[in-house]
């Protein structure tokens, strides 16, 4: 037996112990029997509510109370849905921002990376300039040393043979010379 047909069973036989309908005296279906009264002013008072729809109100308001909580259970549940679509709908966008973001860290560190060896690779570029100009600055400067060396050096020479020669020779060869080289030049020229 379950619970309630228990609670029900044993609500019936206290109440056919305890029943006054026991305890009345003479017969049940007489107007002097206060437990036949009882159960006509009963059966009026259901009668009366049946007569006025009393029942058919109640239910009447038990079913609109059931519509709006069935309503107010449809809207909370549509909202319910709105709610998680927006919370799906923000999340993706989240994600979205959070993947471009990614994207453009990424991208940051590519772009400073290139910029990196770009910078290294001028650098050596123009370290390699550098160099070639104070090579060819220095080569420069040496041919210009080695030239000034030797200028100094023909101008010596040219001043100690003119010494020796004018210790050496005599005027006669001096013009002897002379004449030999204005032929000379006489000669290339024509």
Not at 136 to 157: G, M
């Amino acid at each position: 037996m379950t619970k309630s047909m228990r609670l029900t069973l044993s609500t019936l036989l206290a109440g056919l112990a305890a029943s006054p309908a026991l305890a009345a005296t003479g017969p049940f279906f007489s107007l002097r029997n206060t437990d036949f009264i009882v159960l006509l002013a009963f059966l009026l008072f259901l009668g009366i509510l049946i007569y006025f729809k009393v029942p058919t109100l109640l239910i009447g308001m038990l079913d609109k109370r059931a519509d709006g909580i069935k309503t107010e259970l449809e809207e909370a549940r549509a909202l319910r849905e709105e709610a998680q679509t927006l919370l799906a709908s923000y999340e993706r966008k989240q994600k979205e921002v959070q993947d471009q973001a990614d994207r453009i860290v990424s991208s940051a560190k590519e772009d400073a990376r290139l910029a990196a060896e770009q910078a290294r690779a001028d650098m050596a570029k123009s370290l390699e300039r550098r160099m070639a100009a104070a090579k060819d600055q220095i080569s420069s400067a040496e041919a210009a040393a080695v030239k000034e060396v030797r200028d100094q050096a023909v101008t010596i020479a040219v001043a100690a043979a003119r010494d020796v020669i004018a210790k050496q020779m005599t005027a006669a060869q001096g013009n002897k010379l002379i004449d030999n080289g204005i032929a000379q030049v006489e000669a290339k020229l024509h």
